[in-house]
């Protein structure tokens, strides 16, 4: 019975104690492709890789230091062995089978982990599409934020120039629209209007017709059916000279630019226009 159980601790140690040298292989061999991937890019993909610091790596545990731990891991089996035909092993061999045991084993798996873990870098490539697709994006927002820019802009323009109408001539469009929100959701769009009454008179209900266009500027349909949305907002009460927030749902795919047209009002005393 003791036979078996010292068989299964030898067995348990040189087990767990070979292991650094094993994964200190694989990593060095794994360093290689990860330089060797680098060293075969291309030209501009160099470039690229220069700019966000992709250079020649080296093993995490150098192979001799992963022997020598392994080694003395191994020195309760090696002393053993070379022991074996004395009763008593001399002192130092004890103190040093036992550092192994306490020292070696645990030092041989954290350097086994290490290795491990450096084994799984990521391919120069990936990093570099990575790069790519992060720039791509920087650049669609830089994009979607000037066209949004310069909607708004425009819509401010367009509302300074309605109230200035409607000041010299009354007959003009009541409402003005003062700013436009596209809010993206999971399976469509949420437009949503901003609108002043400029007129002296209260407004119960309007009707808005609302045209898109995707960010590579193509008509969009907003609409079963039609190219435009058109919105009515009904049972409301906006007072002379007020603000208020109304919205619309679209399943567009891709809305990025939106511009919306008043065409039709009711004041709350049941005039309307257009008269």
């Known amino acids: 019975m003791k036979i078996v159980f010292l068989v299964i601790i030898m067995a348990m140690i040189l087990l767990t104690s070979s292991c650094a040298t094993l994964f200190s292989l694989l990593d060095t061999t794994a360093a290689k492709t990860y330089n060797d991937s680098l060293a075969n890019l291309s030209e501009d993909d160099k470039e690229i890789a220069d700019k966000i610091g992709l250079t020649d790596v080296k093993p995490s545990i150098n192979i001799a230091a992963a022997v020598a731990v392994d080694a003395w891991a191994l020195s309760p089996i090696i002393l053993s062995s070379f022991y074996a035909d004395q009763q008593e092993p001399p002192p130092f061999a004890s103190i040093i089978a036992t550092t192994g045991i306490f020292g070696g084993i645990p030092a041989s798996l954290v350097c086994s982990a290490i290795s491990l873990g450096s084994t799984f870098r990521t391919p120069p490539s990936t ?149």
């Open 127 to 275: 990093q570099i599409q990575r790069y790519h697709a992060q720039v791509a994006q920087v650049e669609r927002e830089a994009e979607a934020k000037r066209i949004a820019e310069e909607m708004e802009a425009k819509i401010k323009e367009d509302a300074k120039k309605a109230e200035e109408e409607f000041l010299k001539d009354p007959s003009n469009c009541p409402l003005i629209i003062e700013k436009i929100d596209i809010i993206p959701n999971s399976y469509s769009y949420n437009i949503k209007l901003t609108i002043k009454n400029i007129s002296p008179w209260a407004v119960s209900a309007f009707k808005v017709r609302i045209s898109g266009w995707s960010v590579f500027d193509d008509r969009l349909t907003l609409a079963v059916g039609s190219d435009d949305l058109v919105g009515l907002a009904h049972e409301i009460y906006l007072g002379s000279q007020r603000s208020d927030t109304f919205t619309w749902e679209t399943y567009a795919d891709g809305l990025s630019r939106v511009e919306a047209e008043i065409i039709q009002v009711l004041y709350t005393d049941g005039r309307a226009w257009p008269q």
